[in-house]
């Protein structure tokens, strides 16, 4: 089981990583820095990434968790992204 769920952590990782793409090509299109945070945004991904774990039978209270930090690294990332290109 260990060298399963170190496989899946790299997987997950190789996930994340995508995502963080996509955060960067975001930060190219945005026309400004106002435009990076949408909190409707943020609250629509956390409640479908809960609503997908409610579905698959995992606890929602804790995917709400882990999506907020998600969210919330990712803008982190998508501003200092931003102000990179920028500079």
């Known amino acids: 089981p260990g060298a399963t769920v170190d496989a899946l952590d790299r997987e997950l990782v ?11 090509a975001a930060a190219r299109i945005k026309p400004s820095r106002d435009a990076v945070r949408d909190e409707a945004r943020k609250a629509s991904v956390i409640a479908a990434a809960v609503a997908e774990a409610e ?9 709400a968790d882990i999506w907020e930090r998600l969210v919330e690294g990712s803008i982190a990332y998508e501003f ?3 102000d990179k290109l920028r500079s």
Not at 55 to 63: E, L, R, S, T
């Open 14 to 24: 190789a996930l994340l990583a995508t995502r963080f793409g996509y955060m960067r």
């Open 55 to 63: 579905a698959q039978g995992i606890p929602g209270d804790v995917v």
């Open 80 to 82: 200092t992204q931003w």
